[in-house]
């Protein structure tokens, strides 16, 4: 497994572990048993309520804390420079560490852009301080990347954005590469077309697409291993969510086989052109009801 640098020299593994919606009582069992697989880089979110539980597993667990990467997001209700700086301190501080390998700004808020450039402002301060290793973004779109960049010195070294068969974002993908910016694929098993709790009864399972379930037979693998193998073959880092010990190994053994161009070339075209997930261009005032805790 071959790490990828990010555009600073930061090395990621190209799979990570999500944790969006494990309850605070699965987490630290999750991480803990995605530590004992083999998984090094965590990604977790002011928003997700369960960085406590992150900081937790990572004590609890026999690899040694340099040896993970940390990732977590600032929710826009902390957006602004000094309110930003505090973010920071409240993350540290529920995860139980001193620097954060990997923040970045969950949500562009597109009708409160400046507030959003000052919050990257923020993770500028933090990066030049050493309190974080790289810093990023999460959901922004080729307009808001364009808009960033031009207000501020540091280029994200990546860009986390809904990323899988049904939708793959190329006009975002092409301005990240312009950029030198890693595509991180959240959803990168199609979760939001098929989780509970979310989206509409027309949702149609990127797990039950025939075209996954064939090449999955083919190599004797699974839908998400087939899609988690998509994702590192074309260079993206990839952050599957389970709270499942058999799910969990089974998202990590991605490393053991290779889908070939042809292959590769038809998950590409199973792309619908249409998210599931939020429109990163909507109101701002939803992120207002969501007040992050203190430490
Ligand atoms: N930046 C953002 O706005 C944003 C938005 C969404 C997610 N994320 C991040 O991305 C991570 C992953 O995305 P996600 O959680 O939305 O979706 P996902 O990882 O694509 O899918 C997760 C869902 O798939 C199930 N699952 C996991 N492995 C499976 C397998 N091998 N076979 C069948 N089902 C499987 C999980 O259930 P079980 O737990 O029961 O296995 C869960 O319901 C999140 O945890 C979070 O860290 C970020």
Do not use: C
């Not at 997700?48 to 667990?61: D, F, L, M, P, T």
């Not at 006009?171 to 959803?187: C, Y």
């Not at 199973?270 to 805790?293: H, K, N, Q, V």
């Amino acid at each position: 497994m071959d790490n990828i640098t990010l555009n600073n020299g930061v090395q990621l593994p190209p799979i990570g572990f999500g944790v969006f919606q494990s309850s605070p009582e699965d987490t630290v069992d999750a991480v803990r048993t995605a530590l004992d697989v083999g998984y090094r880089h965590i990604d977790t979110a002011a928003a997700y309520g369960n960085e406590r539980q992150v900081g937790e597993a990572i004590r609890a667990s026999d690899v040694d804390r340099d040896d993970i990467v940390v990732e977590t997001k600032v929710f826009p209700t902390d957006y602004g420079h000094d309110e930003t700086l505090h973010a920071f301190e409240k993350a540290s501080g529920k995860l139980g560490i001193d620097t954060i390998d990997v923040l970045i700004l969950h949500q562009p808020a597109p009708d409160r852009f400046e507030k959003t450039v000052q919050a990257y402002k923020a993770l500028e301060t933090l990066y030049a301080d050493g309190k974080v290793r790289a810093i990023g973004v999460s959901n922004f779109m080729p307009h808001h990347l364009r808009s960033l960049l031009e207000q501020t010195d540091i280029i994200p070294a990546l860009n986390q954005i809904e990323l899988h068969p049904y939708f793959t974002q190329p006009d975002v993908q092409r301005a990240d590469a312009e950029h030198g910016i890693l595509d991180q694929a959240w959803s990168p098993i199609g979760g939001i077309t098929f989780y509970p709790g979310w989206g509409s009864d027309e949702r149609v399972s990127v797990m039950d697409d025939p075209t996954i379930r064939a090449i999955a037979e083919v190599h004797g693998k699974t839908p998400a291993q087939v899609m988690l193998r998509w994702h590192v073959q074309q260079g993206r880092n990839a952050i599957p969510k389970s709270t499942n010990p058999g799910r969990i190994a089974e998202n990590f053994a991605v490393f053991d086989f290779a889908l070939s161009d042809d292959e590769l070339g038809r998950l590409d075209r199973l792309d619908t052109g249409r998210r599931s997930g939020p429109d990163p261009d909507g109101d701002s005032s939803r992120f207002d009801a969501r007040t992050i805790p203190e430490a």
